[in-house]
């Protein structure tokens, strides 16, 4: 179960950021918003990739932020497909990487209670 959400997490947070930066991009956004945008995400990327689950658990915190922000977006352009986008990818990332780091931790457990 717990590869199913690795993969998922993975996937969304490959659509978040993709959805960052087309949107950093298509709004010619400055520098220092490319930074606040794609920062964030790309911190937990050494953790993520050693199987961390602090860091999965640090990205779930993070993602509140990014989903406070899409949704406000969605609420003022209710048709862009960025927004949409972006809000879907972020609820799929949050529940994934949820679920990934309760149920690696149960597997982590019952390894160490052999």
Request: hydrophobic share 60%.
């Amino acid at each position: 179960m717990s590869a199913g959400a690795y993969l998922l997490t993975w996937l969304s947070w490959t659509v978040l950021l993709l959805q960052q930066l087309v949107d950093a991009w298509v709004h010619q956004a400055p520098w220092i918003i490319w930074l606040g945008k794609l920062l964030p995400l790309v911190l937990f990327l050494p953790g993520m990739l050693k199987d961390n689950l602090r860091s999965f658990i640090w990205l779930c915190f993070v993602c509140l932020l990014y989903f406070i922000a899409l949704v406000e977006r969605l609420f003022a352009q209710p048709d862009s497909w960025l927004a949409i986008t972006g809000t879907v990818a972020v609820v799929v990332l949050f529940t994934a990487a949820m679920f990934y780091v309760r149920w690696r931790a149960r597997e982590l457990r019952a390894i160490d209670e052999r």
